[in-house]
């Protein structure tokens, strides 16, 4: 392979080679070492292959009729952590999977801050809605049987300690997460199969979308430990999560599309309740 530097650029065996490696799911360091065995700066590195790799998935997308792929939070250093610190706070890693991209945390939050956010949103419950043809964007969605709320970003001293935390553990901006919203799920409660990116061709996306672009991933963390049942599906995958205090599921979606296999569920709750937190990050800054 010839000697590459970055005034000659990579050549076309090596940019081939790094496409198909990335599509097998290596790590990134083994992407960027053959770059780096030939003498080239890190930073140098890390944005060729990015370069490389965002160019095969754009000409994939317009070739294939698919919307453009987006840039995902994702936590640094993940592939060889049991464990990250985030802003302080030490949070285990239990599980990921690559396709779906689904991070399983442990100790994302303490007993005392689930117990905060729930005793702060406990009186300001109202049936879930989700984006559709209702007044606002919204309407009441059968197969969704949960009660929620939803704080302003950073409403609260504790609301901005956990955006600063995941900021930190995501390497994504606080400014582009919506508000914390809090769900409680009473037995029999659950929500059935769906998606969280917003369809543009659905009814009221368009208004969702004008206030910080697509949603690109999703954090969900558990409040409480349900008696039975209530755990997070993910159906393509035939992967679950179980409800677990102070635990999180975190999953991201490059573009709005059925190929991203993030189609997931709140199982129904079979006895005790579940209570979540779910913060969902846009592409830009959420207004």
């Not at 392979?1 to 076309?12: A, L, Y």
């Not at 987006?70 to 239990?94: K, M, N, S």
């Not at 914390?180 to 659905?202: I, N, T």
Request: hydrophobic fraction near 45%.
């Amino acid at each position: 392979m010839q000697r590459t530097t970055p005034s000659t650029g990579i050549p076309d065996e090596l940019r081939t080679w790094i496409v198909q490696q990335a599509r097998a799911g290596v790590s990134p360091e083994a992407l960027l070492a053959p770059l780096l065995r030939a003498g080239w700066a890190e930073a140098d590195a890390v944005a060729a292959v990015e370069r490389e790799i965002r160019g095969f998935l754009e000409a994939h997308a317009r070739e294939h009729d698919l919307p453009l792929p987006l840039r995902v939070p994702a936590p640094p250093g993940i592939d060889d952590a049991g464990e990250i610190v985030a802003d302080g706070h030490a949070v285990q890693v239990l599980a990921q999977m690559l396709l779906p991209r689904v991070i399983v945390f442990g100790n994302l939050l303490s007993e005392e801050e689930c117990a905060r956010l729930i005793d702060l949103a406990r009186g300001r419950l109202q049936r879930s809605r989700v984006v559709g043809a209702g007044p606002g964007g919204e309407a009441v969605f059968e197969g969704r049987t949960s009660e929620g709320m939803s704080f302003a970003r950073g409403a609260n001293l504790l609301c901005e300690r956990i955006e600063r935390r995941v900021a930190a553990l995501l390497d994504w901006p606080s400014e582009n997460g919506e508000g914390l919203q809090v769900l409680r799920y009473s037995p029999g409660a659950r929500y059935e199969p769906h998606y969280d990116w917003f369809d543009p061709s659905a009814p009221g996306s368009a208004a969702a979308l004008a206030r910080g672009g697509q949603r690109v991933a999703s954090l969900v963390m558990y409040l409480n430990t349900p008696q039975r049942g209530g755990a997070t599906v993910f159906t393509d995958a035939r992967f679950e999560v179980a409800a677990r205090c102070g635990n999180a599921v975190f999953f991201s979606y490059e573009r709005p599309h059925a190929m991203t296999r993030t189609l997931h569920a709140g199982a129904p709750v079979v006895a005790g309740e579940k209570w979540i937190a779910t913060l969902w990050m846009r592409e830009r800054r959420f207004e």
